[in-house]
């Protein structure tokens, strides 16, 4: 049975997109830790990435900051893992999802599971590989919009971009469905 993991990074920040990853795993053994990408350093969770990417089959998707305002973040959740799926190299019959909620309108079979990057080493490969692609993501953004240090925070609201936020305003990358205290 061929079995995928999916996962998301970025639902919590208040700039970026959403980024989800469907993962197949193809070895049972990996030479580095795979777990969730949380407790993984920035240096474990690259290393993680680039074997998983090497061995396993991998689909990425990604909802926008238009996509997030329009539809609310739990939808786009869903819409980037759909996306993740649809760009799922291969065929599947299961789909794990972290999470207490299936996704809607999926074709294939699935089952929530509450900390499931935790508990299942594809949707922990999945953790780490939509991570470790919306902190790149958030690394070039830092590049066109260097006052708020994405680089840095990956769009969380740290003092520091919160307070940037205050001085200079929002730019494109933020949602202006969240809202910040004190009315930013």
Not at 41 to 67: M, Q
Not at 83 to 106: M, S, T, W, Y
Request: glycine fraction near 8%; charged fraction near 25%; proline fraction near 5%.
């Amino acid at each position: 049975m061929r079995i995928v993991g999916v996962d998301e990074a970025g639902r919590g920040p208040l700039a970026g997109p959403v980024v989800a990853a469907a993962v197949q795993i193809v070895p049972e053994d990996f030479s580095v830790e795979i777990r969730d990408s949380k407790r993984l350093s920035p240096r474990k969770r690259e290393l993680a990435y680039e074997e998983i990417l090497s061995t396993c089959h991998v689909g990425v998707g990604l909802a926008t900051v238009s996509e997030i305002d329009e539809l609310n973040i739990l939808q786009a959740t869903f819409l980037a893992m759909r996306r993740a799926l649809e760009h799922f190299p291969g065929e599947l019959d299961f789909c794990l999802v972290d999470g207490n909620q299936e996704i809607p309108k999926l074709p294939w079979p699935q089952r929530a599971i509450v900390g499931g990057d935790n508990l299942s080493i594809s949707i922990a490969a999945a953790s780490i590989v939509a991570k470790v692609e919306r902190d790149r993501l958030m690394d070039k953004y830092s590049e066109i919009y260097p006052l708020y240090n994405f680089g840095r925070n990956k769009g969380y609201a740290t003092k520091e971009h919160r307070e940037m936020i205050e001085k200079y305003g929002r730019c494109p990358l933020h949602r202006n469905s969240f809202k910040l205290a004190g009315g930013l």
